[in-house]
Structures are given as C-alpha cells and as structure tokens.
C-alpha cells in the first residue's frame, strides 16, 4: 500500500494536505472512522467507516441527516463545536457540560464562538448556563487551543523532505483493494519529494 508521511505530522494534518491539494475532479474517499475527518468533505470527497460501513457526504453533515441529528451551517460551523466540545477520543477536554450538540446550537444561535465573546464583552445579555459558560474567560483558551488542534488548516505547511514510499509487492493487493472498492488507482503530487 502507497503510504506517505513525514515525521512529526500526524496522519490527520497529512490527510488535509491531500484532499487540499488533489485535483478538484478526483473522487476521495476517506476510510476511517475518526470523526475529525468530517472537515475534509466537500462535493467529491466523502467519508467512510470501515467498522459501520457508514459514509457520510458534505450534504449529509449540512443536513444532519445521518450526523448524530446535528444540522452543522457548514465545514467551518462543524470545526468550531468540535474545538468547543472537545474530543475524548484524542484526549482533548472542551468546555464542561458543552458536547457537539450542544456546542452546535450555541453557535447556530450566536454565529461564532467569537461573536457569542464579542456579545458578551459588549454587555449584551447572554441567556443560559452553558452559553455564559462558553463566553467566560476560563474557556476561551481552551477553545483556541482546541481549533489549533482540531483544524487542520492550521496546521503547520508540510516540508519538502516529505517522503512517499510505494512497496512493489504490495502493489496488487493495493490495486485488487482499489477494485474491490470499486475505486481507480491514482497518485498524489503534494509537491516537494
């Protein structure tokens, strides 16, 4: 199997790179089960869960049809909960008492966790537990660090030394993998190595 890397990112950040840098045309589907992932979506990539066999699309985050019922407004809104919610799985802690729904009203409600801190630090009344929670000074480090960890746009520009490796013997059962998937083989120039 064609593997790239580059020592110090991890998968994550090397996957953004790819789907920000494949042709446009290209149809990508991602084979994973991290929910991270969800902001790589746009028309023609696409998210798939090898354990439930689920894909989900852009459209499918945008109308929550098959994303834990949380309608996202778009990439940007679903980054943003994640960041105020955190995530256990990666050992991230948000805000407490905020998971991704909640994380997600709060800002379909205010339009951005900075406008929510911009209404608050404005005198505007804030109503609610958890949303007076969020706009708090506590949190709002946490909230940055988590969009600096969660966001993969943010994260540092991939060097040239990156290495790509493809093990010939590998390459039928990449191939017959491809097929079965009903995918066609194609290589990404990321550019640099």
């Given amino acids: 199997m064609p593997q790239i890397f580059c020592p110090g990112f991890e998968a994550d950040d090397l996957a953004g790179v790819i789907c920000r840098g494949v042709d446009q045309s290209w149809e990508v589907v991602l084979a994973t089960s991290d929910s991270d992932w969800y902001q790589a979506l746009r028309e023609k990539v696409i998210w798939f869960s090898p354990h439930t066999e689920k894909q989900i699309t852009l459209g499918d985050l945008l109308g929550a049809v098959a994303v834990r019922e949380v309608p996202f407004d778009s990439i940007d809104h679903f980054i943003e909960a994640k960041a105020l919610a955190g995530d256990a799985s990666d050992g991230i802690p948000g805000v407490v008492g905020v998971g991704i729904k909640t994380a ?3 800002i379909h409600v205010h339009g951005s966790v900075e406008s929510l801190w911009a209404k608050h630090d404005g005198g505007a009344a804030v109503k609610g537990v958890i949303p007076l929670r969020v706009a708090g000074q506590e949190y709002r480090e946490i ?6 960890l969660i966001d993969w746009r943010l994260a540092p520009s991939l060097p040239a030394d990156y290495e790509f490796e493809m093990n010939a013997a590998n390459r039928r059962g990449f191939e017959g993998l491809y097929e079965a998937w009903g995918l066609r083989l ?4 990321l550019g640099g190595g």
Avoid at 143 to 148: A, G, I, T
């Fill in 186 to 189: 194609g290589f990404v120039n």
């Fill in 104 to 106: 997600a009203k709060i």
């Fill in 143 to 148: 909230y940055r660090r988590n969009l600096r």
